[in-house]
């Protein structure tokens, strides 16, 4: 039996194509003492990938050319050398668009997973796993949400925005959502509660746009993008507003030429704090998150937006797809198991 | 008796002008209940009031043409209507330049005070006032430094900036600083005690510089210019590190067209905290501050660097000077004391 890996073809120019990734096969690696061979079921497609195909370090080493895509999935051990796991567990970690892959203690965002039976298991690679603890995070420990604040939040649409658009809500604060299409605006405020939607294709002066949905002002903006969007929402921001650096997705594409921010000024005028942050420096803030949002997800409210591509050939596409910004929630891909492997529990 | 004022004559191009003032006189304001009538003994010139020149709000109204330039003043108190305050006491705020000003308890950045014999009045203007204050009060609660961190300081040989640095010292920072001479940098290096310092007009490259002046990577930034220098010191940032926002001088000449910051993305790729503050928010910590800026100056521990122009018609030049990048220090106009005015203490 072979593993299946998607590899790096060549290093993107822009939004990455399809043709960027290839697939390949070779032996299924084994596990040596310490690690655990696991066999992956979904990939969570993150917008951080892109920044790990230019060649160049982004946080984390980039991704060689031939070499497997990172990512992070939800796998099952299929034998374990590594203290705590046994085979049939199942765990969440950072691996690689590959069948099976090798994981040890040192596999960045290793969790075991305790799937409730009436929850699908692709949820723990969105709306329960890293987009809604980054949402969820982002919000409280970041942006100091407090209800009857104005929060705005990027990519309002997509898998950390959608959350985060209905866990704001949730806590009371007045919500507005930015996207990219009609599609996506009516689905925000019809689907997901937000207070209003701005499509930023086509609203004329985003600035102009920002402020008559938000009439007092932003107090928090939850921010996916970066860009011209950023700028714009610096315009926009009171006094005391909070900035959550999430993302920059809008310069991921095209990293050598980041989009000029010139409100900066806004900084001191409004005594703003911007804080960036990754999911994994706030793990110890996770199980609480988690908590939170089965309940919420358990009591419908929250829907968790899934946009899923099957078939590990199919993951080049699917990236390629969700950095055009055309899907809509968490994109997964969900592994073509084979004739002699059963699925686990409800899968999606 | 007529009160002299100098007025805005004309909006700014650039860098302002000494033709952009006018000198006129007028009748002294009479205080009613809650007023009192100040004498004003020296302004603090201070970077912020470029932004009110141009006719447009900026965290304040604008001054309008033919208005009297708002400043910070020590001033002492001719006549009072106010509760708590009485003649001759000495007193600081937000007034206007000219020989008398009226001051109430709305008066921004009012206080009493209380100068020792041993400590030149005009240090109050500065060093021992708001410059002070805000290099203090900006270095440990917004940037909250801890020994042994690395503190990179902008406009190091200005008034804030040059308190920022010698504050660091002695809490056991390692400090560099950015300057625009290679007199300044000797100053700061010299006199302040900085690590290092860099003049970014002659050293290329300024993250460049900057990465070699701070081998170990920047953990705070004390920003006062914005612009290039911002975004070269993000550049070189640290995970973890936080930028206190404190002023943008590099843009106030041209507010209209600021310098577009291309390094956003290390908000999010080093987890980065950016806070600007006015210093007026955090009132109730000057009084700590004040105390231990005290002690400071009284044992030699830190020079505070004056520059002091003599005579109100001698502002607008002053103010020139100042915003060209051509002082050294703390900008103060000492007021021309008329033959029958006698200064209340030792003056500077």
Not at 201 to 230: H, M, R, W
Request: glycine fraction near 10%.
């Amino acid at each position: 039996m072979l593993n299946r890996q998607v590899v790096l073809k060549r290093h993107p120019q822009g939004i990455p194509l399809p043709e960027d990734f290839d697939l390949v096969e070779g032996a299924i690696a084994q596990p040596t003492e310490g690690q655990m061979l696991v066999r992956n079921l979904f990939f969570s497609l993150e917008a951080a990938i892109r920044g790990w195909l230019d060649g160049k370090a982004n946080y984390f080493e980039p991704i060689p050319l031939g070499g497997a895509i990172r990512g992070p999935s939800v796998a099952r051990v299929v034998e374990s050398h590594l203290a705590g796991f046994e085979a049939g567990d199942l765990i969440f970690g950072l691996h690689h668009w590959e069948d099976y892959s090798l994981s040890d203690a040192n596999t960045v965002l290793l969790s075991k997973l305790s799937p409730e039976p009436d929850i699908p298991l692709s949820y723990y690679s969105g709306g329960l796993g890293g987009s809604g603890h980054t949402a969820y995070v982002g919000l409280h420990e970041i942006g100091k949400i407090q209800a009857g604040e104005t929060v705005l939040i990027s990519a309002a649409a997509g898998a950390t925005g959608s959350m985060a658009t209905q866990i704001a809500k949730l806590r009371g604060c007045n919500v507005v959502g930015i996207v990219g299409t009609d599609e996506k605006a009516e689905l925000v405020t019809n689907t997901l509660g937000a207070n209003a939607a701005v499509n930023y294709k086509t609203c004329g002066d985003l600035a102009t746009a920002i402020s008559q949905a938000c009439p007092e002002g932003v107090d928090v903006y939850f921010d996916n993008v970066g860009g011209t969007t950023l700028n714009a929402a610096l315009a926009c921001m009171n006094t005391f507003g909070r900035v959550i650096g999430c993302g920059m997705i809008s310069d991921y594409n095209d990293q050598d030429n980041p989009t000029p921010i010139y409100n900066m000024w806004k900084l001191v005028e409004k005594e703003l704090t911007m804080k960036g942050f990754l999911l994994y420096t706030y793990m110890d803030k996770v199980p609480a998150a988690s908590q939170q949002l089965h309940e919420w997800v358990r009591a419908g409210e929250i829907t968790v937006l899934e946009n899923i591509t099957e078939g590990l050939p199919n993951a080049g596409w699917a990236y390629s797809e969700m950095m055009r910004g055309a899907t809509i929630g968490k994109n997964l891909v969900a592994m073509d198991l084979r004739a002699d492997e059963t699925a686990p529990l409800k899968m999606h």
